[in-house]
């Protein structure tokens, strides 16, 4: 038996169904594309129903669903035949078939112009689980059928929005139960784009309530193929789909993080800003193998006689390194002043890599609630893999360090990273985000920020709340935004706010 892991088969509730049914199907024929033991068909035909619709001519004509498992497709039909009082094999629309592949074929009886309504919750086969990824005929395969939508860490789920807005007829309205990583996830931009180019995002569902027990959190972006009318887009929330607001409309690729940055608690800043931090600096990580390449060069502090300091994630605070004192975990153990031993590193590429980064450095973590960058002044620590490395002009050290560790520079990643965390409310950051948040434009503000980064610096875990806040008010005067209420946003996730008392 396939494990529902791997095909992604997780039932939604029928609670969520029939609200999601609700926000989307306004007219018939509907289809489900991954219908499972039909859920959301079953929500459609009830409200097509309530509508005046005849509940033997719905399940016979007017729905139409697909799953590549044949139990499900059996049960689908069960539910609408025991529904609507016709024969299970009277529901002819309700197919065993691939309709990623297959597209409108699937569905022969299916009428010309296209389909009312698309609903579902389409498997999500993520790409980074070894028993979800597509192998490489699949990949082939789908990278034929959607050309330019097929990147390397492509969602399956997302390619269902692509088929989805294909089946519908103009005026149709689609609402596809999405992975929150469809927000934010570099590869789902193209996804982006192709919804947006062929019709207008009327409303975005986001669930905060864990609606999957606590399994992906999901989001569901509610579609129409007619052109855009408002500017805005309606949001909903949670597993009642209650009105939360409106956002302002996306446009193009970009991520739609800063749509659901309210719900998520995340001040949304626009600052005034004079070019980014690649302007100014080497923004890189390391690879796997500058991680593994230094398996077998550390040992502690005390048994190396000159060694330089391994840094790992955990040892990295805003604007504090905590090498040696606390522990970090490397290479399957603790250690507690790690230091590597630049003779010992067999790997000439990995050794040549390390020597490059004896220089003044900003060392990023890449998992945190706010960005948090701390300062290398004299270069000497080795930075273990996933954390991002800076690089400017020694002259720039401390503006780089301010620009990073402000409050508006973690709003923007927190928004621009909204869904693709592994837990919401985390900033995933990779050299390329970092490369791109923006440098304060105001130059004498910024100055006075730089000092203020130095003083926590020294200062270590010793730096007063007080300090730090004020270090955080400069910054958001640097970037031209009001320090309310990102300030305290800021702080509430800040590692000091919880180590110190206030
Ligand atoms: C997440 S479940 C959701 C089922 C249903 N829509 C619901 O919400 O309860 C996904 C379903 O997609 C089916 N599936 C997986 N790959 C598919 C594909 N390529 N085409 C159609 N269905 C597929 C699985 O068998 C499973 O029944």
């Known amino acids: 038996m396939p494990d529902r892991h791997d095909s992604g088969a997780f039932y939604t509730p029928a609670d969520v169904a029939t609200s999601l049914v609700a926000v989307t199907v306004e007219q018939g024929p509907v289809v489900d594309p991954a219908c499972g033991a039909g859920v959301f068909l079953l929500a459609a035909g009830i409200r097509l129903a309530e509508r005046g619709a005849d509940p033997r001519e719905l399940a016979t004509t007017r729905l139409f669903g697909a799953d590549t498992d044949p139990v499900a497709v059996h049960l689908t039909r069960c539910a609408l035949a025991g529904w609507a009082g016709v024969e299970p094999s009277g529901v002819a629309g309700v197919v065993e078939a691939d309709p990623l592949v297959a597209g409108r074929s699937c569905w022969p009886t299916a009428p010309g112009a296209g389909f009312g309504a698309v609903v579902g919750n389409p498997p999500f086969l993520g790409q980074l689980r070894s028993g979800t990824a597509f192998d490489a005929d699949r990949r082939r395969e789908l990278r034929r059928r959607f050309p330019d939508l097929v990147g390397a860490y492509t969602d399956a789920a997302w390619l269902f929005l692509a088929l989805g807005t294909d089946l519908l007829a103009p005026g149709g309205r689609m609402s596809l139960i999405q992975p929150q990583s469809l927000l934010s996830a570099r590869d789902a931009a193209a996804v982006r784009g192709y919804l947006l180019g062929s019709g207008r995002l009327d409303a975005l569902w986001l669930d905060r309530s864990g609606v999957f027990d606590g399994r992906t959190p999901v989001c569901a972006p509610v579609f129409e193929r007619a052109p855009a009318e408002t500017s805005e887009v309606t949001l909903l929330a949670d597993r009642h789909l209650e009105p939360a607001g409106v956002a302002a409309a996306p446009i193009g690729t970009v991520g739609w993080g800063g749509l659901v940055a309210g719900l998520l608690g995340i001040p949304m800043v626009s600052p005034s800003s004079d070019g ?50 606390s522990q970090a ?27 490059e980064r004896r220089r003044p450095k900003v060392l990023v973590a890449s998992q945190t609630r706010i960005v948090e960058a701390m300062v290398d002044p004299e270069g000497g620590t080795v930075p273990l893999t996933p954390l991002i490395t800076v690089e400017p002009d020694p002259s720039d050290l401390w503006h780089l360090a301010a620009a990073l560790s402000s409050p508006p520079v973690s709003a923007l990643a927190a928004v621009s990273a909204a869904g693709a965390g592994r837990s919401t409310g985390r900033v995933r950051l990779t050299a390329r985000l970092v490369a791109d948040l923006p440098l304060p434009g105001d130059r004498t503000t910024w100055d006075e920020g730089a000092e203020a980064a130095m003083a926590i610096h020294e200062a270590g875990w010793m730096a007063s709340p007080q300090l730090w806040r004020a270090f955080g008010k400069v910054m958001c005067g640097a970037y031209g935004v009001s320090s309310t209420p990102l300030l305290d946003w800021w702080w509430g996730a800040h590692p000091a706010s919880r180590s110190v008392i206030n």
């Open 276 to 325: 980014c931090v690649g302007d100014m600096a080497r923004v890189t990580a390391g690879f796997r193998q500058h991680y593994y390449g230094l398996v077998g060069a550390v040992g502690e502090d005390a048994d190396v006689a000159t060694g330089r300091p391994l840094v790992t994630t955990g040892l990295v605070d805003p604007l504090n390194c905590r090498w040696g004192s």
């Open 329 to 355: 975990r490397f290479a399957g153990r603790r250690w507690s002043a790690p230091m590597v031993d630049p003779a010992a590193v067999v790997d000439e590429g990995v050794a040549a890599w390390i020597d």
